[in-house]
T-cell receptor, first 113, second 114 residues
Framework: AQSVAQPEDQVNVAEGNPLTVKCTYS??????LFWYVQYPNRGLQFLLK??????LVKGSYGFEAEFNKSQTSFHLKKPSALVSDSALYFC???????????FGQGTTLQVKP | EAGVAQSPRYKIIEKRQSVAFWCNPI?????LYWYQQILGQGPKLLIQ????????DSQLPKDRFSAERLKGVDSTLKIQPAKLEDSAVYLC????????????FGPGTRLTVT
C-alpha cells in the first residue's frame, strides 16, 4: 500500500539559514509526489510536485524539492528561510490505482528571527 | 481566478445532530474531493467525485456520512447523526483532473461536536 512518512514533527531553523523538511514514501509503480503548506485556519496550499523529469523540482515561494528514487525520498528545501515560512508542511503521494492523495502526518516548521 | 469556496467556516453541534457542508470548486475542475483532517494529522480522503460520479468513497462512513455533487459542480457533505469523533476540519478540494494535476483546497469547515 502507498504511504508517506514525515519523520520530524517539528523543524526549527534560524531566519536566513537553509531549511530541509524530510519526506519518504512507499509506492508501487511510478511515484507522483506533492508538497503542500498549511497556515493557521487556512486550507492547504500547493507548493510543488514531482511527476517525471528532473530530480530537482522548483515551486512557489522559493521552495524546491529533491526527488531521490534510490532513497525513496522527496525532501523539501529552501536556501534561506523566512519567518513567514513558519507553517505546517505536508508531503503527499498519489495513489496509482485511485488517484487520491495520501498525506503524511505533517511537519511544523518554525523559523526564528 | 476564484478559489474553492466552502461554507460554513465554523460549526458547533451536539452529538446526534445533523450537519451539512457546502463546497463550490474552481470553475472547470472536473474532480472534487472531501477530506477529513483531525487535529495533528494529515488530511484523509472521504470521497472523490469525477464530474457527478463517485470515484472513491472507500473511507466514507456510509452509515452516517453522505455526499452528493449535483450537476457536476457544487457538492454537499452531510453527517447524520454526528458523533464526538467527527470533530475535525472538513476540507474540500478540486482539480482539473485526477491524473496529474495538483489539488486546490478550500479554507475548510471546522466542526466541533459536543
Amino acid at each position: 500500500a502507498q504511504s508517506v512518512a514525515q519523520p520530524e514533527d517539528q523543524v526549527n531553523v534560524a531566519e536566513g539559514n537553509p531549511l530541509t523538511v524530510k519526506c519518504t514514501y512507499s509506492v508501487s509503480g511510478n511515484p507522483y509526489l506533492f508538497w503542500y503548506v498549511q497556515y493557521p485556519n487556512r486550507g492547504l496550499q500547493f507548493l510543488l510536485k514531482y511527476i517525471t523529469g528532473d530530480n530537482l523540482v522548483k515551486g512557489s515561494y522559493g521552495f524546491e524539492a529533491e526527488f531521490n528514487k534510490s532513497q525513496t525520498s522527496f525532501h523539501l528545501k529552501k536556501p534561506s528561510a523566512l519567518v513567514s515560512d513558519s507553517a505546517l508542511y505536508f508531503c503527499a503521494v498519489r495513489d496509482g490505482n485511485t488517484g487520491k492523495l495520501i498525506f503524511g502526518q505533517g511537519t511544523t516548521l518554525q523559523v526564528k528571527p | 481566478e476564484a478559489g474553492v469556496a466552502q461554507s460554513p467556516r465554523y460549526k458547533i453541534i451536539e452529538k446526534r445532530q445533523s450537519v451539512a457542508f457546502w463546497c463550490n470548486p474552481i470553475s472547470g475542475h472536473a474532480t472534487l474531493y472531501w477530506y477529513q483532517q483531525i487535529l495533528g494529522q494529515g488530511p484523509k480522503l472521504l470521497i472523490q467525485f469525477q464530474n457527478n460520479g463517485v470515484v472513491d468513497d472507500s473511507q466514507l462512513p456510509k452509515d452516517r456520512f453522505s455526499a452528493e455533487r449535483l450537476k457536476g459542480v457544487d457538492s454537499t457533505l452531510k453527517i447524520q447523526p454526528a458523533k464526538l469523533e467527527d470533530s475535525a476540519v472538513y476540507l474540500c478540494a478540486s482539480s482539473l483532473d485526477s491524473e496529474y494535476y495538483e489539488q486546490y483546497f478550500g479554507p475548510g469547515t471546522r466542526l466541533t461536536v459536543t
